[in-house]
């Protein structure tokens, strides 16, 4: 239990560290200048910037969520603590099948906190061992890609 809980904060920690840096990147190449006319210039979902956008699944922004959504992230950067420690940061089998299929154990999955649910409600974000951020509202009948940039 402990090589696991190392291993995760492990994998948290090279997240923070990868996204900061790819954060540090984008806001350091949008400094003013317009964007190329080359396709290059192409939205980060349909150039594959956004990790998992070439999973063919809508792309929205961290902001366009319910605010919970941002709590759950920020919490996911930090490594927890986690509302449900028993349900969070565990593997998602992903057997519904909607998101890219992976081995058992790419995938975990938190906790979206409902306002006025007496349980953990059916909002979850998911993230994979490739930097990718789902949301689902409806407990895993559908996804989007999250972009937490924007």
């Known amino acids: 239990m402990v090589n696991r809980r190392r291993i995760t904060a492990a994998l948290v920690g090279l997240l923070?560290?990868?996204l900061g840096g790819w954060l540090v990147k984008e806001t350091a190449g949008s400094s003013g200048s317009p964007a190329p006319s080359s396709s290059s210039g192409a939205p980060a979902a349909a150039s594959g910037k956004v990790p998992g956008a070439d999973s063919k699944l809508p792309v929205k922004p961290l902001s366009s969520l319910p605010p919970q959504a941002k709590d759950?992230?920020?919490l996911i950067q930090k490594g927890?603590?986690?509302p449900y420690p028993r349900n969070d940061d565990v593997v998602f089998q992903n057997r519904e099948k909607k998101l890219p299929p992976e081995k058992n154990g790419y995938y975990?999955?938190?906790t979206v906190k409902t306002p006025g649910s007496p349980d953990r409600g059916a909002r979850r974000l998911i993230?994979?061992?490739g930097k990718e951020l789902y949301y689902t509202g409806d407990h895993y009948a559908s996804f989007v890609v999250v972009d937490p940039a924007r």
């Open 16 to 18: 923070v560290l990868v």
């Open 72 to 74: 759950t992230w920020n």
């Open 80 to 82: 927890g603590p986690y």
């Open 108 to 110: 975990h999955e938190y």
């Open 127 to 129: 993230t994979g061992a």
